[in-house]
């Protein structure tokens, strides 16, 4: 199985300030054929189901804010929320499509300091 | 705006069959693969598998010998049966339209306890 592996598992940043996720795969998930990267970012809110913000480890999908940025490719991918926001409080977890089983990685908490 | 909603036995017994349908409003229904992803209360997600109209189903092989999913396109339907449930196996169970660029449905909780 592809482990994911996420830093740090939690982290506190002030209003405004950016903030950014790490996502380190064991393996590669960039599809050589068509140059894509089979990652994906979600956020989840206390009780609620997760909401899909990138997808292609760098395509943000419709309706969400463009203070939320993905990077990365082969095996290091990174989260940046350029200008954090207080409803960004939550847990945010990368996910691998590459290959099955899919993976996620263990998830990050965010807070506001 | 498409919906996923799934539904089924809230509280089970060990060694007892779960059993979730979901229902999916809106949206192309056969054009997609259709996924089950699990969340331990507070704790983080396992992806249980994905099943396409064209029968290709792919499980997570740590669930495999338990699983079963179905659709039903009649009716924009998923379903996913897990036998000889455990503690171990209470969750918030999803069901999602991908993989890819997953749409998220709304999870149900199944508790299994004595």
């Known amino acids: 199985d592809i482990v994911l592996t996420q830093s740090p598992d939690s982290l506190a940043a002030s209003l405004g300030e950016r903030a950014t996720i790490t996502c380190k795969s064991s393996?590669?998930?960039?599809?050589?054929?068509?140059?894509?990267?089979?990652l994906s970012w979600h956020q989840q809110k206390p009780g609620q189901p997760p909401r899909l913000l990138i997808y292609?480890?760098?395509t943000r999908d419709s309706g969400v804010p463009d203070r939320f940025s993905g990077s990365g490719s082969g095996t290091d991918f990174t989260l940046t929320i350029s200008s954090l926001q207080a409803e960004d409080v939550a847990v945010y977890y990368c996910?691998?499509?590459?290959?099955?089983?899919?993976?996620f990685g263990q998830g990050t908490k965010l807070e506001i300091k | 705006q498409m919906q996923l909603q799934p539904w089924g036995a809230g509280l089970l017994k060990p060694s007892e069959t779960l059993s979730l349908t979901c229902a999916v409003s809106?949206?192309?229904?056969?054009?997609?693969?259709w996924s089950w992803i699990r969340q331990p209360p507070g704790k983080g997600l396992e992806w249980i598998g994905e099943?396409?109209?064209?029968?290709?189903?792919n499980f997570n092989p740590s669930l495999k010998s338990r699983v079963t999913m179905s659709l039903d396109t009649s009716k924009s339907q998923l379903s996913l049966n897990l036998r000889s449930v455990t503690a171990a196996d209470t969750a918030v169970y999803y069901c999602?339209?991908?993989?890819?660029?997953?749409?998220w449905g709304q999870g149900i909780l199944v508790t299994v306890s004595s």
């Open positions: 999602a339209r991908g993989p890819g660029r997953l749409r």
């Open positions: 393996q590669s998930i960039l599809y050589s054929s068509n140059n894509l990267n089979y």
């Open positions: 809106s949206g192309s229904f056969s054009a997609y693969y």
């Open positions: 292609w480890a760098s």
């Open positions: 099943i396409n109209h064209s029968g290709t189903i």
């Open positions: 996910h691998q499509y590459y290959t099955t089983p899919y993976t």
